[in-house]
Antibody, heavy 120, light 110 residues
């Protein structure tokens, strides 16, 4: 069964940096767009970023542009999210999600998430 | 304020039907496929409906989706206590070049 598992979350001070990782297994990672979606405490889902199969195309929500960078290593079946200049409003559970084939947004495999807490 | 608009909550008795609306614009719902996600308490979201009205393998046909113009609807028939969850619509926004979700709708089984 296809699976993605996130890691790398933690407590960081405002203005600090953190790198999230997502390990994919049981599917051909290099054939799928991949996404990051976050959920602040008590709030709804917020799409953060996605990246295409070979890493040549990236998209971001406006609030993280210039601060976050999504990347992937197909040889390691891994997805990453480099988060710089973190703000209190970035506090959330960050989910890695596989995008369904031939789609750019439909997320059909989700991880349980990793928690990022930004302290002021 | 979410780009897509959903009602905060809906409720119905067991066995009844609920519908959840999702309103957007021409840059998102109007020109892109809609997907729906179920998030049970303290769990990761799960894909329920994709491409407006298709169900992934394993999703019962009690769940249905439709789209008309710049709005989409999720229907749940034969409501069960296990359906109590938050439901989110989502799609691509071609103007923003970004994914967008609705604010979520909490379904309560009375």
């Amino acid at each position: 069964e296809a699976q993605v598992v996130e890691s790398g979350g933690g407590l960081v001070q405002r203005g600090g940096s953190l790198r999230l990782s997502c390990a994919a297994s049981e599917f051909t990672f290099s054939r799928h767009w991949m996404s990051w979606v976050r959920q602040a405490p008590g709030k709804g889902l917020e799409w953060v970023a996605n990246i295409n199969q070979d890493g040549s195309e990236e998209n971001y929500v406006d609030s993280v542009k210039g601060r976050f960078t999504i990347s992937r290593d197909n040889a390691k079946n891994s997805l990453y999210l480099q988060m710089n200049n973190l703000r209190a409003e970035d506090t959330a559970v960050y989910h890695c999600a596989r995008v369904r084939p031939a789609a750019i947004f439909v997320m059909d495999v989700w991880g349980q998430g990793t928690t990022v807490t930004v302290s002021s | 304020q979410s780009v897509l608009t959903q009602p905060p909550s809906v409720s119905a008795a067991p066995g009844q039907k609920v519908t959840i609306s999702c309103s957007g614009s021409s840059s998102n719902i109007g020109n892109n496929y809609v997907s729906w996600y179920q998030q049970l308490p303290r769990t990761a979201p799960k894909l329920l409906i994709y491409d407006n009205n298709k169900r992934p393998s394993g999703i019962p046909d009690r769940f249905s989706g439709s789209k008309s113009g710049t709005s989409a609807t999720l229907g749940i028939t034969g409501l069960q206590t296990g359906d109590e969850a938050d439901y989110y619509c989502g799609t691509w926004d071609s103007s923003l070049s970004a994914g967008v979700f609705g604010g979520g709708t909490k379904v309560t089984v009375l």
